[in-house]
T-cell receptor, first 111, second 115 residues
Framework: DAKTTQPPSMDCAEGRAANLPCNHSTISGNEYVYWYRQIHSQGPQYIIHGLKNNETNEMASLIITEDRKSSTLILPHATLRDTAVYYCIVRVGERFNKFYFGSGTKLNVKP | DAGVIQSPRHEVTEMGQEVTLRCKPISGHNSLFWYRQTMMRGLELLIYFNNNVPIDDSGMPEDRFSAKMPNASFSTLKIQPSEPRDSAVYFC?????????????FGDGTRLSIL
């Protein structure tokens, strides 16, 4: 699996957009990019995933660069409840979708 | 729709006792995953099943750990005998593997403390 690199922590002001970067320079053509977050010790929460195109859902937007070597998760209007550890995972979209979680980015949303 | 359901939410027991963690995956999902999370090692995959069959148990730490999936709606992770170093949060996740790229969905976990 391609390795991902994320900054260990980021700060964001409440109400502003939070842009969380992820580098995956060794990604291959059939690998998807997934984003999860974990609030306190709750179970990881699925946010969004994509292969090549940018994706948007009710929680966030995922921007994947044209060369697919990096991506950005965008929370358009961060709230205090978005404070969490965010994980970027790259995984082949095969049948069994085995995930490996790294250290993630701790996003601190401040009033 | 109900998500992945794990029980118990918390378990405190003494060293040497048998511990059984339970998981009910999302209806219609055919893959199930057991993870363990500690401060030192982060989130680790222990074992996963597809169509009730164990596919990869290379993450199971030792023979004291065992997992079963007797049917599509139930799985157990058992530790016997338990040791203090097994203290962690154990998560179960499920996904549908009938289409490429489907994400995993996690339960709220079982916080296990071995005294």
């Amino acid at each position: 699996d391609a390795k991902t690199t994320q900054p260990p922590s980021m700060d964001c002001a409440e109400g502003r957009a939070a842009n969380l970067p992820c580098n995956h320079s060794t990604i291959s053509g059939n690998e998807y990019v997934y984003w999860y977050r974990q609030i306190h010790s709750q179970g990881p929460q699925y946010i969004i995933h994509g292969l090549k195109n940018n994706e948007t859902n009710e929680m966030a937007s995922l921007i994947i660069t044209e060369d697919r070597k990096s991506s950005t998760l965008i929370l358009p209007h961060a709230t205090l409840r978005d404070t969490a550890v965010y994980y970027c995972i790259v995984r082949v979209g095969e049948r069994f979708n085995k995930f490996y979680f790294g250290s993630g980015t701790k996003l601190n949303v401040k009033p | 729709d109900a998500g992945v359901i794990q029980s118990p939410r918390h378990e405190v027991t003494e060293m040497g006792q048998e511990v059984t963690l339970r998981c009910k995956p999302i209806s219609g999902h055919n893959s199930l995953f057991w993870y363990r999370q500690t401060m030192m090692r982060g989130l680790e995959l222990l074992i996963y099943f597809n169509n009730n069959v164990p596919i990869d148990d290379s993450g199971m730490p030792e023979d004291r750990f065992s997992a079963k999936m007797p049917n599509a709606s139930f799985s157990t992770l058992k530790i016997q005998p338990s040791e203090p170093r097994d203290s962690a949060v154990y998560f179960c996740a499920s996904s549908y593997t009938g289409a490429f790229g489907q994400p995993q969905h996690f339960g709220d976990g079982t916080r296990l403390s071995i005294l």
